[in-house]
């Protein structure tokens, strides 16, 4: 298997815009999770999934962030409109299980300008 | 306050050392992981904890439950093991992991 995948690895936009960050877990995992890092609070749990149905948002900013995943092998994280203080790396990982060990995605590092 | 607090937040050291990076938690956990994020950014799970004690490479992680606290160890350590090691916990009640602010390790020549 190839890891989970996201995408774009960068992105730079303008504030105001609609970003849409993209990820694809481990085939056979039951949970997905999306995390944001920055200097100033470090990793954070924005949201997770299992079998494809949202558990857990409390950790998700406001209404501008929504997340979906529509299928076991996709993800969206999108923010509309963006603002600077969005700027962050974006994680993805998957697990088995809600306990288990997770692989983490290689992050899309977001710049809202 | 953070649940999940680590110490040191820096270390440097010098190659060989044993590096003893130390994590504690406010309440009751149902498991318990250390990360490692590398210079370039990912970031890599090195060890699922539950109890006891777990050893990979020369990489040990110890918890005492009862404690309420988990430590990595490193032994012989290698100027490649320098990176930010993240300790992260699944409090009790809660239904993610909850992070430590990381422990950013130098290990010079």
């Known amino acids: 298997d190839a890891g989970v995948i996201q995408s774009p690895r960068h992105e730079v936009t303008e504030m105001g815009q609609e970003v849409t960050l993209r990820c694809k877990p481990i085939s056979g995992h039951d949970y997905l999770f999306w995390y944001r890092q920055t200097m100033m609070r470090g990793l954070e749990l924005l949201i997770y999934?299992?079998?494809?149905?949202?558990?857990?948002d409390s950790g998700m900013p406001e209404d501008r962030f929504s997340a979906k995943m529509p299928n076991a092998s996709f993800s969206t994280l999108k923010i509309q409109p963006s603002e600077p203080r969005d700027s962050a790396v974006y994680f993805c990982?998957?697990?088995?299980?809600?306990?288990?060990?997770?692989?983490f995605g290689p992050g899309t590092r977001l710049t809202v300008l | 306050k953070n649940e999940v607090e680590q110490s040191p937040q820096n270390l440097t050291a010098q190659e060989g050392e044993f590096i003893t990076i130390n994590c504690s938690y406010s309440v009751g956990i149902s498991a318990l992981h250390w990360l490692q994020q590398h210079p370039g950014g990912g970031i890599v799970s090195l060890f699922m904890l539950s109890s006891g004690k777990k050893k990979h490479g020369r990489l040990i992680a110890t918890i005492n439950i009862q404690e309420k606290h988990s430590s990595l160890h490193i032994t012989a350590s290698h100027p490649r093991d320098s990176a930010v090691y993240i300790c992260a916990a699944l409090l009790g009640g809660a239904d993610g992991l909850t992070f430590g602010k990381g422990t950013h390790l130098i290990i010079q020549p």
């Open positions: 990982a998957s697990s088995w299980n809600r306990e288990g060990v997770q692989y």
């Open positions: 999934f299992n079998n494809n149905v949202p558990i857990d």
